[in-house]
């Protein structure tokens, strides 16, 4: 059995529906309720996965488990070990970890800081562990899709500078090779989309797909601020423009690890976009 933790999100859906798509039988955690139409080998665990106690149930009878920390998880819970010490307890062999380039690239990034605990402890687990790092999420533009809506515009900071953003299916795809294959025990993947793509050049993307001029209007860093302000913690804003306005060379450099695991590249903005289309009509 393999435990899926955020089974509800972009990465943990898509995840969820290629292992059980293998044969796969599944243990679906989320915080969240039981959503309708649960596919058959799937069985739900509503649980907290910030603390042992909350999970251990959700764990019972897996073999791997892949982690994703989630929203306010990300800086708060029972330590990275406490938690692997009981997944290990719990008869979890293999684990794959959800962490971020971020969390290499910027070492002394604070909002960063407990991925880089959990990839630490996951090391020191005794378990077989892959770490996946992931750039920017094509989905991140998701944050558009209202505007787009309503007003064919996107407004985002920074247009022409560019990041080889990736498809969150292409995260849930390798995860799941590294769940059920054998080989990646020890690897740390660095997962980019196949190009740097520029906000300017992701609203042409949109504007193709749509078939109808998408205009892009760009937005001061201190604008770009006060909008994510709304919704992000003030710790995580200044590192987040920091990466989309004066991304590291690393940052901005295309990784070949999609292809070596999945044997195919990494699939491009534009077929992100016009796969998720429904979101921007």
Do not use: C
């Amino acid at each position: 059995m393999i435990a899926v933790t955020g089974a509800t999100g972009n990465i943990g859906r898509t995840l969820v529906e290629l292992l059980t798509g293998a044969g796969e039988e599944i243990v679906a955690v989320s915080r969240r309720p039981q959503p309708a139409g649960l596919e058959g080998g799937v069985r739900w665990a509503q649980a907290d996965i910030g603390t042992a106690a909350g999970l251990r149930p959700a764990l019972e009878g897996a073999g791997a488990l892949f982690l994703l920390l989630g929203g306010e998880l990300n800086s708060q819970g029972e330590s990275p070990t406490t938690l692997l010490d009981m997944a290990a307890e719990a008869g979890v062999e293999r684990i794959v970890l959800l962490s971020s380039q971020v969390s290499a690239t910027r070492p002394e990034a604070a909002s960063h800081a407990r991925l880089r605990e959990f990839e630490s402890a996951v090391r020191a687990s005794g378990r077989d562990f892959t770490i996946l790092r992931p750039g920017g999420f094509a989905s991140n533009t998701f944050a558009w899709a209202e505007t787009v809506r309503t007003r064919r515009t996107v407004f985002a900071p920074f247009g022409d500078v560019a990041l080889p953003v990736i498809d969150p299916a292409d995260i849930a795809a390798v995860a799941a090779a590294a769940l059920r294959e054998d080989g990646h025990a020890g690897h740390v993947y660095e997962l980019t989309g196949p190009e740097p793509i520029s906000p300017r050049r992701q609203a042409a993307a949109l504007s193709e797909a749509l078939g109808e001029e998408v205009t892009f209007v760009e937005l001061s860093r201190e604008d770009a601020h006060a909008h994510m302000a709304q919704f992000m913690p003030e710790q995580v804003i200044a590192g987040t423009l920091d990466v989309l306005g004066v991304p590291l060379p690393e940052e901005q450099k295309v990784s070949p690890d999609v292809e070596t695991v999945l044997h195919r590249p990494a699939s491009p903005y534009a077929a992100w976009a016009s796969r998720n289309l429904p979101a921007f009509r």
